[in-house]
């Protein structure tokens, strides 16, 4: 994929096994509101929030060394996780044929939960040095954009904290679906999406793919 892509490939070192974040939770007195539904330190998801976050700030300061070194720019850096499974092709240039590209992180306008998709971001250069460089460090902040419920929401907020613009986008442009491979009746393991709480005929309550070969449809 890299060779047919041109691409560069670089790997990072996360010092491996899970991060340690519970060092930087304030004392209950002095805690924020953040992430209600689900809070750190007395939920794992929320703690895990909070892994991510500071592999997401590490993995974003080794980008800026990597274009020292090399001399070089990125255009625009993909955040995806691990269990996104892409049912379309990402089109680089119709992002970055978007005068205002650098300073914008794209995401899906679908499932927003008041907040952000943040299933998959896209952002431009100079919004992704504006909020990554310290997204784990600045999540207990004392600003009230950031007094949040979810993800989603906390997304939004840090946004604003940056004054980077967010622009949701058609999920045929960023066509991604969370999936885990199951096993079938015989053994044999297969691609499954994960259904939506809403049961719509796309995981994650997305839709409009385009109806070409290029894109999968997956059903309920």
Known sequence: LAERGKWTLRFCDL??????VESSIPPVHKRPKRLTEYPPPQHETGLNVLRRFKAIEHL???????????????????????????????????????????????????????????????FGRQAAAAVLLRLFSDFWM??????????????KGILNVRGVQSVPVDFARLPTCASVYVPGGD???????????????????????HATDAFEHPVP
């Open 15 to 20: 010092n491996s096994g899970p991060q340690e």
């Open 60 to 122: 974003m300061g080794q980008v800026q060394d990597a274009e020292r070194k090399g001399n070089f720019t990125y255009d625009l850096l993909l955040l995806t996780k691990d269990d996104d499974h892409w049912l379309g092709p990402l089109n680089v240039a119709s992002f970055v044929q978007d005068a205002d590209h650098a300073h914008r992180v794209y995401s899906r306008n679908c499932d927003l939960w008041g907040g952000i998709n943040d299933k998959t971001l896209l």
């Open 142 to 155: 004392q600003r009230h954009e950031l007094e949040t419920d979810n993800t989603e929401t906390f997304w």
């Open 187 to 209: 053994g044999t393991p297969y691609l499954c999406q994960k259904p939506s709480s809403k049961r719509l005929p796309v995981p994650g309550g997305c839709t409009g793919l």
